[in-house]
């Protein structure tokens, strides 16, 4: 019922910006929540950014104030800007979409495939 598709991971310097895109296209149902998650190699996926109707925005300690999060609620587009980016950002990024189809009792996950963000110092 949803698809999930990331776009704009690539392979930047330390110090740049990168701006990371994800579509989500929902035939059933209403999205609640959207956000950003990302794993390093041999590390467990960790929530990066994500905004919700019910909680608003939350960014994890290690990206405030570098990254913003947003979303266009109409396109169903979500969007991450990361700037001053760091080698310890290099992972995987996911989107992961929130969504319910006749309310709380029946949300469940979507995941985008990924795609690779690599920082070189």
């Known amino acids: 019922q949803v698809q999930v598709m990331e776009s704009g991971g690539g392979l930047v310097q330390s110090g740049g910006s990168l701006r990371l895109s994800c579509a989500a296209s929902i035939t059933i149902g209403t999205i609640y929540t959207m956000g950003w998650y990302r794993q390093a190699p041999g590390k467990q996926r960790e929530s990066v950014a994500k905004?919700?109707?019910?909680?608003?925005?939350y960014y994890a300690d290690s990206v405030k104030g570098r990254f913003t999060i947003s979303r266009d609620t109409v396109k169903n587009m979500l969007y991450l800007q990361m700037n001053n980016l760091k080698s310890a950002d290099t992972a995987v990024y996911y989107c992961?979409?929130?969504?319910?189809?006749?309310?709380?009792?029946?949300?469940?996950?979507?995941w985008g495939q990924g795609t690779q963000v690599t920082v070189s110092s």
């Open positions: 992961h979409v929130g969504y319910q189809l006749y309310g709380p009792s029946t949300r469940t996950n979507a």
């Open positions: 905004i919700s109707d019910a909680e608003g925005t």
